[in-house]
Nanobody, 123 residues
């Protein structure tokens, strides 16, 4: 089991930026893949980005590619999601997920989940 704590959410104007943090603890194998997911108003939870804990390989949803960057702090058990050029449709609750399963785009109940951090993008 991996314990995850998200932070960094807030209110930002369209075009602005935020950096989300995911602090984690537990087995490294259990967090082989750290992912960010989000759930907007009236929407299903969806995959946003992921990073491999060991080799730093990354993947992004098409909707955020080129705007969001996921990274890991080498000195801390923390993964970041740098969000630039934010749009109102980026609004939602952002969740951090840790899993061993390589199916990192699955938004179901797989692996460990944090409680989420709210991101609101206004015009």
């Amino acid at each position: 089991q991996v314990v995850l704590i998200e932070s960094g959410g807030g209110l930002v104007q369209a075009g602005g930026s935020l950096r989300l943090s995911c602090e984690s603890s537990g087995s490294n194998l259990s967090r082989a893949h750290i992912g960010w997911f989000r759930q907007g108003p009236g929407k299903e939870r969806e995959f946003v980005a992921r990073i491999n804990w060991f080799n730093l390989s990354t993947d992004y949803a098409d909707s955020v590619k080129g705007r969001f960057t996921i990274s890991r702090d080498n000195a801390k058990d923390t993964v970041y999601l740098h969000m630039n050029s934010l749009k109102p449709e980026d609004t939602g609750t952002y969740y951090c997920n840790a899993r061993f399963n390589p199916d990192w785009t699955s938004a179901g109940n797989l692996g460990s989940w944090g409680q989420g951090t709210q991101v609101t993008v206004s015009s």
